[in-house]
């Protein structure tokens, strides 16, 4: 039974386009019925309006979504409006306690006989003869809201901030290097907050992707998935890189992290062109560990030849946690994991030389190492519907 009505909002984003905004709002309904158990989705007036079974979906897992509200819908007559803002305002006294309130008020319906500021002064004035509550017009306890679209009108007291972007499939495809870390992970979800369809590709030191898919990356993967709905994970293996490298001498041995990092990048550059995705990310940012100073981000650019994007390039790493965190990601994001960088170099170089680099690269038989990597990769799919509790 979908009895909930909600009013839906979309991004300035979406806003700002032109002729084909159309399309996006299309992907936005698709992927709010997708995600969400939401039925006749309806563009109206600018709006969407939709039915859900429950009152507190959260529809900030969709892209797109600037606010949303579960609205009381009256007749748009004034005095119904008024009786239904009185009643919402005398509810939220009883409880929560407010003691100030505002008033806000737009109308669609130009044709509406009240302006939206004699709307705001006269239920204003209603409520304050009903409830005894203070005027507070920049930092009210409650907001009342009234909005009016042609032959309805909608009164509520909670709006909820969605995460504003553009729908996840508007924005072409991406692949990502998620490492099951934080920063892959944020930047993932910025890609995706952009329109992308972020798929992901992982390289795991286990024997086979079951267990990376029962550890953190597959967790991690699961969260990102009420984001991303039907978020797909290429798990590669690395157990061929390693033994290709394995007996370098010392001197070497301090670019094993770059090769390492270039290895990864030509992977998921080949698998990036297999599944159509016109360009790889990372969350690299730049000068936050060795491996990340300039002249190692640029010694991998060198060994691609594909569009490498890094979306957290200038983020303070408290910003990125600030966002695993208010994502509700951090707790898991920051357990412990069987990472490769672990094995690798205590040392690392942090000016990779380029010559160096492909002199080792020839040497252990990359081309041949990726190429067998690349036969081992197995692929999960993780459902939206299938969601674990810290969704929110
Ligand atoms: P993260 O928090 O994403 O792990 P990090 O700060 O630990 O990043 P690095 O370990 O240097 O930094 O990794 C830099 C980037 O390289 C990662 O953000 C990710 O995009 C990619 N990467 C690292 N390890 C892996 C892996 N095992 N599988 C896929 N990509 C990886
Ligand atoms: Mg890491």
Avoid at 209 to 236: E, N, S, T
Avoid at 368 to 382: K, M, P, R
């Amino acid at each position: 039974m979908s009895e909930h009505l909600y009013l839906i909002h979309y991004s300035s984003d979406i806003g700002l386009k032109g002729k084909n905004r159309g399309d996006f709002i299309k992907q936005l309904k698709r992927n709010l019925r997708r995600q969400l158990p939401l039925q006749q989705v309806r563009e109206v007036w600018g709006r969407l309006l939709a039915w859900g079974p429950r009152p507190d979906l959260n529809l900030a897992r969709v892209f797109g979504v600037a606010w949303w509200a579960v609205p009381r819908e009256v007749p748009p007559r004034w005095e119904a409006i008024v009786e239904a803002g009185v009643a919402l305002a005398r509810e939220a006294v009883a409880r929560r306690g407010v003691r100030t309130f505002a008033v806000r008020a737009r109308r669609a319906d130009k044709s509406f006989p009240k302006g939206t500021l004699a709307m705001e002064r006269e239920l204003g004035a209603a409520i304050v003869q009903a409830t005894g509550l203070g005027v507070n017009l920049t930092r009210p306890d409650l907001t009342v809201r009234v909005e009016i679209i042609p032959g309805r009108a909608f009164v509520f007291t909670d709006a909820h901030q969605g995460f504003q972007g553009l729908p996840v499939g508007t924005a072409g495809k991406v692949l990502g290097l998620f490492s099951g870390g934080v920063d892959s992970l944020i930047a993932a979800w910025l890609m995706a907050r952009r329109g992308a369809s972020v798929e992901l590709v992982h390289f795991h030191a286990f024997t086979a992707a079951r267990y990376a898919h029962h550890d953190k990356a597959g967790h991690l993967a699961q969260a990102l998935a009420a984001y991303i709905p039907g978020l797909k994970v290429h798990y590669v293996p690395y157990h061929l890189f390693q033994a290709a490298t394995l007996d370098l001498p010392p001197r070497e041995a301090r670019y094993e992290l770059v090769v390492f990092r270039r290895f990864m990048a030509r992977l998921a550059a080949r698998l990036a062109r297999q599944r159509g995705a016109a360009a790889i990310f990372t969350g690299d940012s730049l000068a936050q560990v060795a491996s990340q100073t300039m002249e190692n981000l640029t010694a991998v650019d060198a060994g691609v030849d594909f569009p490498l994007f890094r979306p957290l390039i200038a983020f303070n790493k408290q910003e990125i946690i600030a966002w695993a965190e208010r994502l509700k990601f951090y707790d898991l994001a920051k357990q412990p994991y069987k990472d490769c960088c672990s094995i690798i170099s205590r040392n690392p170089a942090t000016r990779a030389r380029l010559e160096v680099v492909e002199a080792i690269e020839q040497r252990v038989g990359l081309e041949g190492v990726l190429e067998a990597s690349l036969a081992e990769v197995e692929t999960i799919a993780y459902p939206a519907d299938d969601l674990p509790a810290w969704e929110d």
